[in-house]
């Protein structure tokens, strides 16, 4: 075993369609020493039994009775995570080769990372929510902490749960996910990775993320009242996250 060992943390729900393939995606990136632990939220498909047909050891799977949600679903695989680099992956993007090396370098030097990601069937960057040029992450605001948060509470910050992972020395104070925390945990994880400036931006794209009628975060824009209940409650878990 040589160099850091690295967790991937995936929830999983409904996913029989794409999670074989997202699965393969991340095997082809990690190295024998690395695991992927994967816990399914109560899944009413074959999701569970394709996944459990997956012949590699390094491969983890808890199938859980009841439904809680994606946020405390990702929590408890985060809690399970032996390695000393925890990545978070959805259940139906695909990973770009490369992506292990560029985090573990990153997080050589900063606490929590996130990278840009892609549209996996055109190859477009995401769309900006307002002006729709590429929405990038740059890496030259990594250390604009204040100035990122302020980004995430207004909505026009591109950090994704499936690009961002964190150093396992900072779980502690990651985890336990706010109770006040219904969704957006990634934002929860940027939050207080921005909050302490140990946040690192990796230009690279290392995600081409699918796009489908099921994706667990919206793709179209939601209505005044949901968009304001969800900004109160990540400037709730800011003040959380400078706390920690």
């Given at each position: 075993?040589?160099?850091?060992?690295?967790s991937v943390c995936?929830?999983?729900?409904?996913?029989?369609?794409?999670?074989?393939?997202?699965?393969?995606?991340?095997?082809?990136?990690?190295?024998?020493?690395?695991?992927?632990?994967?816990?399914?939220?109560?899944?009413?498909?074959?999701?569970?039994?394709?996944?459990?047909?997956?012949?590699?050891?390094?491969?983890?799977?808890?199938?859980?009775?009841?439904?809680?949600?994606?946020?405390?679903?990702?929590?408890?695989?985060?809690?399970?995570?032996?390695?000393?680099?925890?990545?978070?992956?959805?259940?139906?993007?695909?990973?770009?080769?490369?992506?292990?090396?560029?985090?573990?370098?990153?997080?050589?030097?900063?606490?929590?990372?996130?990278?840009?990601?892609?549209?996996?069937?055109?190859?477009?960057?995401?769309?900006?929510?307002?002006?729709?040029?590429?929405?990038?992450?740059?890496?030259?605001?990594?250390?604009?902490?204040?100035?990122?948060?302020?980004?995430?509470?207004?909505?026009?910050?591109?950090?994704?749960?499936?690009?961002?992972?964190?150093?396992?020395?900072?779980?502690?104070?990651?985890?336990?996910?706010?109770?006040?925390?219904?969704?957006?945990?990634?934002?929860?994880?940027?939050?207080?990775?921005?909050?302490?400036?140990?946040?690192?931006?990796?230009?690279?794209?290392?995600?081409?993320?699918?796009?489908?009628?099921?994706?667990?975060?919206?793709?179209?824009?939601?209505?005044?009242?949901?968009?304001?209940?969800?900004?109160v409650m990540l400037?709730?878990?800011?003040?959380?996250?400078?706390?920690?």
């Amino acid at each position: 075993m040589s160099g850091p060992r690295v967790s991937v943390c995936m929830a999983t729900y409904n996913g029989e369609r794409f999670v074989r393939a997202q699965v393969a995606s991340i095997l082809d990136e990690l190295q024998p020493q690395d695991e992927l632990v994967i816990v399914d939220d109560a899944s009413r498909d074959s999701t569970v039994r394709v996944l459990q047909g997956i012949d590699d050891p390094r491969v983890i799977v808890r199938a859980r009775e009841v439904n809680r949600g994606y946020v405390r679903t990702f929590e408890e695989a985060i809690s399970l995570a032996t390695g000393d680099i925890i990545l978070l992956s959805d259940q139906d993007d695909v990973w770009v080769p490369g992506r292990r090396e560029l985090f573990v370098a990153a997080l050589a030097e900063a606490e929590v990372a996130a990278s840009n990601l892609e549209l996996l069937d055109s190859g477009d960057p995401l769309p900006h929510p307002i002006t729709r040029r590429p929405w990038r992450l740059r890496a030259d605001q990594s250390a604009q902490g204040l100035r990122n948060n302020l980004r995430i509470l207004a909505g026009v910050a591109p950090y994704y749960g499936c690009a961002m992972g964190f150093r396992r020395d900072v779980r502690e104070r990651i985890l336990p996910f706010p109770g006040l925390l219904t969704e957006s945990h990634d934002l929860w994880i940027a939050l207080f990775g921005n909050a302490h400036r140990t946040m690192r931006h990796i230009e690279s794209v290392t995600i081409r993320r699918r796009i489908h009628d099921a994706n667990a975060s919206p793709s179209r824009p939601r209505g005044i009242g949901p968009v304001l209940k969800a900004r109160v409650m990540l400037l709730r878990a800011w003040v959380t996250a400078r706390s920690r």
